[in-house]
């Protein structure tokens, strides 16, 4: 699973919140019986005691007959149904001071015995969707969604010879399959192509699927990303982030769209360089996509970066027509199309 310490830690600290709430309200609840009933305190003083010296005849052998230990089973068991009697008798429900858990299967620990409840998965979920920059539009843009109707059946790619379509139907098999694989394959993409093809849609539908199977996955814009790296580096406004690298470096998989649209200098390219290359080692993937041919891309981030992703990445070509302008002139006001934001 996709959780850092930290962010294992931010859920354990909750757990442990609601517990001390709900021993809190558990103390109120039984004050307010024992200031209407004095007789309530009186019976739990007297089975706590019945509780105790059962306890010891159960440890200490010979000194209780099986007939002993029978009659005072049955007193505790007779002072606690006067308990009940008394609640129940004044309107309370007979668990009225049992404890209440927010996940009774857990009993608001985060575990079931040594495996991790399922309350405890759907928190690692929300946090995961929160710290992604994604939880809303995630809700929108997934695989079933995604529609190839925006694709032609007759326009070629003059390199492969396939329709639009048919590019397409590929792109989308590898980007399932790269979140079936995910956690026996290590595996990088490169989604380029002209704008409004989909590739920041089918990022998203990565996305969405890997953070529902509790991984960690970042997205940022480039031009948020180096921002980002600026301020941590020169110090710049309130932003800086001193986790930022270590939450890039090793989150699931890292996002990076739009690349190509910031504004490229030596800075920009050798944190590009550098956040490659330490993934790439730390065998952590990265999915990147982009506007730029393969020709300009090199030669706006040097040939050495080229070189990296061409040979570390799983190249994804789309071609076509800008899907927003084929919605706009169809008239559709869906957004169950594969292009709703900007890419």
Known sequence: MGLTNTQ?????????????????????????????????????????????????????????????????????????????????????????????????????????????????????????????????????ENFSRFSLDYYSSSLRDPLTGQTARQTAQRVLDTCRDFVKNFDSVFQNLFLYGDTGLGKTFLSHCIARELIESTHSVLYFSSFRLFELFAQNAFGRGEEAQPELENHIFQCDLLIIDDLGTELTNSFVTSQLFFVLNERILRRKSTLISTNLSLETFAETYSERIFSRISSSYTMLRLIGDDIRIQKKLRGAKTAASPEKSSN
């Open 8 to 140: 294992y830690n931010e859920i354990m600290r909750d757990y442990y919140r609601q517990q001390l709430k709900n021993q809190q309200e558990l103390s109120e609840r039984r004050q307010e019986i024992y200031q209407r009933f004095p007789e309530f305190h009186e019976l739990d003083r007297r089975i706590a005691s019945e509780s105790c010296a059962c306890a010891r005849a159960l440890l200490l052998e010979g000194t209780a007959s099986q007939d002993s230990r029978v009659r005072m089973e049955n007193r505790l068991k007779e002072l606690t149904e006067q308990k009940t009697a008394i609640l129940t008798g004044a309107g309370y429900p007979a668990d009225y001071l049992d404890p209440k858990y927010r996940c009774p299967d857990c009993q608001d620990t985060g575990y079931v015995g040594s495996q991790k409840c399922r309350c405890f998965l759907q928190k690692a979920i929300d946090l995961l969707y929160m710290q992604s920059n994604l939880r809303e539009v995630l809700t929108e």
